[in-house]
């Protein structure tokens, strides 16, 4: 037997991103319904290495189908300084659950930034307004090309703004999908002002104001991934429809974590997890609603569904390279 | 940059068993040290597949090397029947602590034989006497082979007794050794009487008596792995100085978690962990002492160690498959 490897040009070329949404919508219900398994991220902090590693195992149990995986990921702050390479690298099994036999080994990078954007791609679809045509990035790094590509696969996007510090980037983020989109580089106020706003920087206090926000954005925060960090001003999270991902890693990790920690946001404020509204147990958006805010922390069940589609659709293909990684021979 | 991949048979080549030992050794010690991060082991339970998930995420600063590691391993006890695939299959990434990027990935089912073998070899240097020359077995499946393997690294194995109820792979096991070693097929009593006995069954309840055992015989005890097991008699744990390899692991599942959760053996009963007695801060056999009982439960840093290793020497050989496997752009 044989584990199929798959760099990260096939995670690219098989993680096909209706099919990734679809897939990360089924794990997140799946979770609401407790059919996955999700043990907490482990942690391996090397603060010598200003950097740190973690594991981040699961098994979600769709209904059409079942997995298991880890995905072994790290931030390491000086990579791209110190060592020509980026922040976060990331490797992921993926197993049967019946047998554990390790069906694939693929990179968990571009891996990541796809579920991530199905992700908010999910949360859009059940929280923007029905004819959101208008996406605002703030952000114009690796992470933004995949929110476009991934919300606009659940709304018809026709306008885009993209903020960013990094004018270079900006434009270059323009000049890619100027041919797809009515795309502009603009200010966090005018990106704020979109019907969907997804906001993916490392910045650790609030950039984006709560009045630049349109009167029914719906937002997704993205980039807050470690305590101490927050992209939005306070107001906005005690305002909106605040859905999470998941409540240990946003009070921990999210965009909802220092407020929260300090108290002035409490879990009255929160309405709920975003697995709950997809199963369809918890409302999404009403007609009563303005603005609406998903907290995004990442999930261990968000690689395991992205892998699927990733190991189903290279497999049908008959593509990546087999390899006999482990012996399976019974003694 | 790219990624060693290394399938069973290179793992096999490159760990060379006396390399393997020191740097368990190694390891080891650097844990007395407070210079290893172990997080718990994380487990995703299926009993609808009557298996389990373990993933062994650890980072080793030894002296003159330091690596970090996910193992990412399973428990499916219908394996061999059902799918004629091994109960135990793993898989290991081998990451660049500085960077993160994965170095290698490789097989991590003969890995964790070999380094479960070094584990009860540093035990055996530091607690069977000087002279041992005959080594009892109990259970004669794959772990048996690689503990005569180690053991006999540490001292001058002469004689070799093995007993199993399955004649067939008692005398498989005697086939293969017969050339190198005085080796025979006996009852467990007769294994119990040399001077080294290693113990590697599944079983749930004692079937090793006590006054089996020789008057200063060393007790490797293996099999055990799981809250339940034990395959030593009540009194041998308590007569014996005990050394375990890990406090949390060996009272939730190793040799002596029934006694320990009874309260029939207290912390008290403990010499200690293994890790000291490599470090130097706790003494191994002394000439007072009778029975010694090492409590192995592998720990995650053992397989960083056995990895560092393989990755080290297959390297250096120019062997294994290199693969782009994670995406290094930085953008």
Same mark, same amino acid.
């Given at each position: ?16 991103? #209706? @099919?990734? &949404? ?6 997140? @219900?799946?979770?609401?319904?407790? /059919? ?12 010598? $290495?200003?950097?740190?590693? *973690?594991?981040? #195992?699961?098994?979600? /149990? ?18 791209? *300084? ?11 099994? $993926?197993?049967?659950?019946?047998? @554990?036999?390790? =069906? ?8 990541? *930034? ?5 992700? @908010? ?13 208008s996406l605002g990035l703030v952000g114009a790094?690796?992470?933004a $090309?995949?929110q ?7 709304? /018809?996007?026709?306008t885009v703004v993209v903020a960013d ?5 900006q ?12 795309v502009r580089a603009g200010s966090i106020e005018d990106a704020a002002g979109c019907d969907v706003l997804s906001t993916i920087t490392?910045?650790? !206090?609030?950039i984006v104001?709560?009045?630049w926000l349109g009167?029914?954005t719906?937002v ?12 939005? !001003?306070?107001?906005? =999270? ?5 859905? &999470? ?11 909802? /974590? ?18 709950? &509204?997809?199963?369809?147990?918890? !409302? ?26 990733? $190991? ?20």
């Amino acid at each position: 037997m044989q584990t199929l490897l798959l760099g990260a040009d096939a995670v690219e070329d098989h993680a096909t991103m #209706p @099919a990734v &949404i679809d897939a990360v919508a089924a794990a997140f @219900a799946a979770d609401a319904r407790e /059919n996955t398994i999700m043990p907490a991220k482990s942690y391996i902090d090397l603060p010598q $290495y200003n950097g740190d590693f *973690r594991s981040m #195992p699961a098994y979600v /149990n769709a209904e059409t189908w079942d997995a298991a995986a880890v995905k072994w990921v790290n931030v390491h702050l000086d990579n791209p *300084r110190d060592h020509d390479l980026p922040t976060v690298l990331g490797t992921l099994i $993926y197993s049967d659950p019946e047998t @554990a036999f390790p =069906l694939a080994v693929m990179d968990g990078t571009v891996l990541t *930034r796809l579920r991530t954007g199905a992700a @908010a791609a999910v949360a859009t679809d059940h929280l923007a307004v029905a004819d959101a045509d208008s996406l605002g990035l703030v952000g114009a790094g690796t992470q933004a $090309y995949t929110q476009l590509d991934a919300i606009s696969a659940v709304r /018809n996007i026709e306008t885009v703004v993209v903020a960013d510090r990094d004018t270079e980037k900006q434009q270059a983020f323009v000049d890619t999908f100027t041919d797809r989109f009515d795309v502009r580089a603009g200010s966090i106020e005018d990106a704020a002002g979109c019907d969907v706003l997804s906001t993916i920087t490392p910045v650790e !206090s609030p950039i984006v104001d709560r009045k630049w926000l349109g009167e029914r954005t719906h937002v997704n925060a993205i980039g807050a991934d470690a305590a101490g960090k927050q992209e939005h !001003s306070e107001r906005t =999270l005690l305002d909106a429809k605040l859905v &999470i991902d998941n409540y240990e890693q946003c009070t921990h990790s999210g965009e909802i /974590n220092v407020p929260w920690g300090e108290g002035t946001l409490t879990d009255t404020d929160l309405h709920g997890e975003l697995g709950d &509204i997809v199963a369809g147990t918890l !409302s999404g958006r009403t007609d009563d609603d303005g603005i609406t805010l998903f907290d995004s922390t990442g999930l261990a069940i968000q690689d395991v569904a992205a892998a699927h589609v990733v $190991y189903e659709n290279a497999s049908d293909d008959g593509d990546g390279t087999a390899f006999s990684l482990v012996d399976t021979e019974t003694s």
